[in-house]
């Protein structure tokens, strides 16, 4: 792995977590898990990879406090720094443009930080077999999940053609984001379906190339800050071009139109945590099947999600509920209405206008 | 009216008010209702009947600051202090005895402080109608409710013969203390039960003579405390005195064994808010039937009780379900299981023990 960095993305903006998380606060940042962040945790897992000094951390300006908080000593020259959030095809190519101005011809390993990934020898297998791939093929990978659930919420990828003299690579198909129910249903029946896990690996030089191809108004954007990349004027011109960058996804801006997209499955359990009832499926449960974290006292309830700041939770006779406590305020919902979280938060910043 | 004064218990412990109250700040005490306690409603009730100088306050000596700070300018002389609580009978002992020294021939209405009772001119013309029996009886009066559910948490009273020349009274002819589910259906049926609201209408003199005849261990304390009161040792003799007083209501210690109890029929609305399941009875509802105290933001919550008191409380999907957010802590339980909430305060007790 001696060419490889980890490039960790911490934007975000995390409104299915409230009252847990906020824009200014999102979700890779509350110790969500065993007392840390998920944010913590990737960058632990990508320092324990490549080693830290390969670690490059591309947030938006505003939260390098947080990030500085979590990450005692890290280098601010390791973090990418956007100055408004334009989703991932803008982030990545700053970063990509960052990496290979510092070590031209490296790899890269783009990942989220709000993902739950284990046991670390899995993810590191996985990722050794992209390198590998990458040793055949010049590419644009991505990790794929095999789907347990038929989740509406997320991407699927149709494997293709299998790779020659690679075990595990497949072509990507096809790439449909988000389907119906009973779409959803018929992915993870079929077995040649799985779920983008939005991690990738790819040369820095070949996703740039890739957006050139396809993303012209971004490339030009890029050109004018590649040129501009280590000089005096560097945050000026930043400031200047980036929010400029129209907000597409990786995925459906570069992925979904090159020919030479791969997939490697992953070996490794995986969650997006996309909502309060991922943590059920996380957080080990306890003699009730109650996930908690903080203080519960409760009669007769079972599989429940609890978190709790500062105060306890007291629950009587709940089935699959969440329950979650912060100084932002109470949530109560059941488990698989967690998605709609998002609508309470939004009520609330509507409100407060 | 110009001889009744009214004497408001206030003392409690109130633990199925968890989390707002507490053993040193009983369910009396907080804004649960237009945002005044119903302490501070049973006050001025009670002021509004004979004039707030007739008007006696009992309670533990420690909830004295309590009282004072939510009953601005209330003299401490018209307050009754027990040293610690030693339930009904040895309260109104000792509220009969600093009555019936202060106003000879005086007759007192004893109310708790934590019932929601309306409209005032009802409960006005049911007190006219106790009056109006004792004025022909010597007796003790207590105020009976008709039953429109078969709570198991009541007493009940069965209604006797009727008194000549009163149009509304009747002797008591049994009481049952907390029937089972059966029984208490029974009686909700049978058309001559009624429940014992615990507000009660005598001659101090009476029911200490009764007291006399039926207590006799209360009555040799109280008869050392008569003597005391007024006294320059007056509340060491209370603190050596009053905590040796049996704990024992004064519905089972004397209404029960009295033959000259009587019950007069209440015309007013009356809940004894002995859970939050009440204030779904007492608060009126919003448009989606919820009963909301402090903020509220919702997706398809119906029949719900929130109380918020610094939080806003967010909940989606819920049917019938209290949620309650104070500093000590959140509460969250479905409405018919509102009576268990006792044994989480319980259970806390214990756990910080």
Redesign the interface.
Known sequence: MSDLYVVVMAGGSGERF??LSTPRHPKQFPPLLNGRSFFQHTVERAATLVGRDRVLVATRRDLLPIVREQLPGFPVEQCVLEPVGRDTAACIGLAALTLERRAPGARMLVTPSDHYIAPFHAFEETIRHGLTLLDRVDGLVTLGIPPTRPETGYGYILAGDAVPAHPAARRCARFTEKPDRTTAERFVADGRYYWNSGIFLWAAASILAAMARHLPEHWGLLSRLRDALGAADEVQVLDAVFPQMPRVSVDVGVLERDTDVYMIPATFSWDDVGAWSALGRILPPDEWGNSVVGRH???ESHGCVIY?TT????????QN?V?V?T????????AD?AQ??K??AR??RE?DR
Chains 1, 2 share one sequence.
């Open positions: 409230w009252p006292i409760h009669r709790a105060r306890p939770i007291a629950t009587i006779g709940l509920v329950v406590e100084p932002e305020g109470i949530l109560v919902c059941p209405r709609e979280v609508e309470i009520m609330l409100a």
